[in-house]
């Protein structure tokens, strides 16, 4: 603990160098688009290419004025449909639900997976190379398929993110419940353990950092999930559907904005989930 | 007395072998004989046959989970010394697997064609077979597409990746400084970093290249830079006892110590490059690549166009991991995780 709060000053000059090189690097490559346009004979307002750089309409890196001026048009009011904060709720509750699903099939099938060697056998190799199949390429199709036989509403997107997110839950689960080792499944052997017991007294708990891990890559992929199936459906809210209204629109500067407000949206569900892993361990605070 | 044993349980095990295969081969020839018989949920007589592809399905599953037992005790055999059967012993741990995919295949096409799935919703397997070979040369110029977009955004974002995390090694102020951020950074969905790329470079391959490698770049970071801290204080003990010079420590035993998380960090990151391409072509891309197909075939409903483009992903996905394991085994063979056990 207090390791990480020595990490501070190191953090604040990284990010203040990151500054550092951002204003050249926007100056110089804004300009070079202003230089351009006006030497097409474009008329801009605001006079030279270095002046223009910070007002461009569509700009390559937005000035943090242009930042500054849209935060309140796309961040206020709450609950307008048409700001980051209400788009990024449906799309976190898309998400958390998704991850709640995918966990319970997850989970079912990490328990068959322990407790049948011929299941593992004929099943495994598909999970484990569906781990290195783009599976979010069936995103879109999903979302046409469930459109078309009347899954509406909040409904798809939610099974599509928990279909992103099982796969590594299943895994990281199996993995979990194998982890006891051979010495503790002897210990429940001598004591005349059922199969059941040894599940909920000794291959459950030794699961459980395993299934946090788990649950952050997740949550992860799930986010990726819900955000390609609200982008890929006709949608009245989301993320996802302000990402492609946006890119259709041209509006760089709000684009940025939602790129913003999506990451911050990844950074808080990925570390609600450190938050429930240190109530539910507490054991493993130390560490 | 013990080789009486042994005998009878070889017997057993091929009777039980013999009993899946007969299961396997009946189920399977239930779903293709109602399959060839064009029957559709129109009258009685569908009906009944549409039992028969559920029928031939539960035979077949049967099957494929005896042979699975099968296949456990014939692995669990005491393995040669010499590595002779190696390949033989790789085949036969996938085969349960390769049956299990070609049951559901078939059960699916069956289902497909006597429920009379609209082809706009799932299309028989068969067609898209035929989709596979009929559109292979638009297919095979996306397959190129996508794998210049993955390759060049890995080698760039990996290689920096690499040397970022050697500098974080030799400067440990950046590295308490530049790591959190690492970490912070994976859980940021990608999928919103991709419009804005392509906005800002254009619909060419060269920006997807670029959310590639933004993609690529923090796992290969993390991982090196952690396979690089991972040594044996008493290695570099000796090392100082010897007198090397801190680039010998570095080439001699860093980098040798660091190659099995670097390998996690490229299996892993390679996948993640793949999808990131994909995805990032789902938001524009100038005329050719698997998720630019994917999106534009979903437009006009040509859904075997879309399985067929998603099998090349998943086939290439699988053939990269694959590789890059085969490279690991061959480059780190000498360490621990690959002695122990498999």
Redesign the interface.
């Known amino acids: 603990m207090t390791r990480r709060s020595s990490n501070a000053v190191p953090m604040l000059v990284v990010a203040l160098a990151a500054i550092a090189l951002y204003f050249p690097a926007m100056i110089w490559l804004n300009a070079s688009q202003a230089q351009k346009l006006l030497s097409r004979g474009a008329e801009l307002k605001c006079g030279d290419a270095l002046a223009c750089a910070f007002n461009l309409r569509s700009p390559i890196i937005p000035a943090p004025n242009q930042l500054l001026e849209d935060i309140p048009r796309l961040y206020w009011p709450l609950t307008d449909s048409t700001t980051v904060p209400y788009n990024a709720f449906f799309t976190g509750l898309e998400t958390l639900l998704g991850l709640l699903l995918g966990a319970l099939i997850g989970l079912g099938l990490a328990v068959l997976l322990t407790s049948s060697k011929a299941f593992e056998r004929a099943v495994l190799p598909w999970l484990v190379a569906s781990q290195t199949v783009p599976i979010i390429a069936i995103a879109p199709m999903l979302a046409v398929l469930l459109g078309a036989n009347g899954v509406q509403g909040l409904l798809p997107k939610v099974l599509i993110s928990a279909y992103i997110a099982f796969f590594p839950i299943a895994i990281g689960v199996a993995k979990g419940f194998r982890s006891p080792d051979p010495l503790q499944l002897d210990l429940m052997r001598t004591y005349n353990a059922s199969p059941q017991q040894t599940f909920s007294s000794l291959r459950f708990p030794a699961s459980v950092p395993f299934l946090f891990t788990a649950f952050k890559i997740a949550m992860a992929a799930a986010l990726i999930g819900a955000i390609v199936a609200e982008s890929s459906t006709i949608t009245d809210a989301g993320l996802g559907r302000m990402l492609s209204e946006n890119s259709r629109a041209s509006d760089a500067r709000g684009l940025w904005l939602v790129m913003i407000g999506s990451a911050v949206l990844g950074i808080v569900l990925v570390s609600l989930v450190g938050v429930v892993e240190r109530l539910v361990t507490p054991w493993q605070r130390e560490r | 007395m013990a080789t009486r044993t042994v005998a009878s349980r070889q017997i057993g095990s091929s009777l039980h072998a013999g009993l899946a295969v007969a299961l396997l081969i009946a189920g399977l020839a239930l779903m293709l004989v109602v399959i060839s018989s064009n029957a559709a949920l129109t009258d009685m007589w569908g009906a009944g046959a549409m039992l028969g592809v559920y029928a031939g399905l539960a035979l077949g599953l049967g099957g494929?989970?005896?042979l699975?037992?099968v296949?456990?005790r014939i692995l669990e055999r005491p393995r040669a010394k010499d590595d002779k059967d190696w390949l033989w012993r790789q085949v036969v741990?996938?085969l349960?697997?390769l049956?299990?995919?070609l049951v559901v295949i078939v059960a699916v096409e069956g289902l497909v064609r006597g429920f009379a799935v609209?082809f706009?919703?799932?299309p028989p397997p068969s067609a898209v077979l035929a989709k596979l070979f009929e559109a292979r040369a638009v297919l095979l110029r996306d397959t190129q597409i996508t794998l210049l977009e993955t390759l060049v955004g890995f080698a760039v974002g990996g290689t920096l990746g690499f040397f970022t995390a050697v500098f974080t090694q030799r400067f440990p102020?950046?590295?308490?400084?530049?790591m959190?951020?690492a970490t912070?950074f994976?859980?940021?969905?990608?999928?919103?970093?991709a419009?804005?790329v392509?906005?800002?470079m254009g619909v060419d391959w060269e920006s997807k290249a670029v959310v590639v490698g933004i993609t690529v770049f923090f796992p290969i970071l993390l991982n090196t830079a952690r396979g690089l801290a991972e040594v044996n204080p008493l290695q570099l003990d000796l090392m100082r006892s010897y007198a090397a010079a801190p680039s010998r420590v570095f080439a001699d035993l860093r980098i040798p110590n660091a190659l099995p998380f670097i390998f996690n960090g490229v299996k892993t990151s390679a996948?993640l490059g793949?999808?990131a391409a994909?995805?990032a072509e789902?938001?524009?891309a100038n005329g050719a690549g698997?998720?630019f197909r994917?999106?534009v075939e979903?437009g006009t409903a040509n859904?075997d166009t879309?399985?067929a483009?998603?099998n090349i992903?998943?086939l290439v996905?699988?053939t990269?991991?694959?590789g890059l394991a085969l490279l690991e085994r061959r480059v780190t063979g000498w360490h621990s995780s690959f002695r122990s056990d498999s």
């Not at chain 2, 994976?186 to 970093?193: D, G, Q, Y």
Request: charged letters at 5%; aromatic letters at 10%; proline letters at 8%.
């Open positions: 494929v989970m005896m699975s037992s296949v456990v741990s996938l349960p697997a049956l299990l995919a609209p706009a919703q799932i102020f950046l590295e308490r400084g530049l959190p951020y912070l994976s859980s940021i969905p990608i999928v919103a970093l419009p804005v392509i906005k800002t996948v793949l999808i994909i995805v789902f938001f524009g698997l998720g994917i999106v979903i859904l879309v399985w483009a998603i992903a998943s996905g699988i990269v991991y694959n």
